[in-house]
């Protein structure tokens, strides 16, 4: 079993930042192959960020040089640094780590708003 904890989340204003904290314990070895994803309210989850299997991190569109992933593997977190807030990025906010079989592990998601 892997326990995904999300945290960092909050209110911020338009343009702001936040940095998003996943702390990973359990069967976990690797923070390689592991995402963020987003759920706003009456849409479907999306991906936001990942990280493959050699620790490089890949972005959507919509994030694309404002969002940047990383890992801190000693201390067993993923971030998400998001920089130029704007309210369309308020979601809830979810950590995901791969399995080679079933549909990976998820974190129970951190609350982002972005208003003025």
């Known amino acids: 079993q892997v326990q995904l904890v999300e945290s960092g989340g909050g209110w911020v204003q338009p343009g702001h930042s936040l940095r998003l904290s996943c702390a990973a314990s359990?069967?976990?070895?690797?923070?390689?192959?592991m995402g963020w994803y987003r759920q706003a309210p009456g849409k479907q989850r999306e991906l936001v960020a990942r990280?493959?299997?050699?620790?490089?991190?890949y972005y959507t569109n919509v994030v694309q040089g404002r969002f940047v992933m990383f890992k801190n593997t000693p201390n067993m977190t993923v971030y998400l640094q998001m920089n130029s807030l704007t309210p369309d990025d308020t979601a809830v906010y979810y950590c995901?780590?791969?399995?080679?079989?079933?549909?990976?592990?998820w974190g129970q998601g951190t609350q982002v708003t972005v208003s003025s």
């Open positions: 995901h780590k791969e399995t080679s079989e079933g549909n990976g592990y």
């Open positions: 359990g069967s976990i070895i690797s923070l390689n192959e």
């Open positions: 990280m493959n299997s050699h620790g490089i991190a």
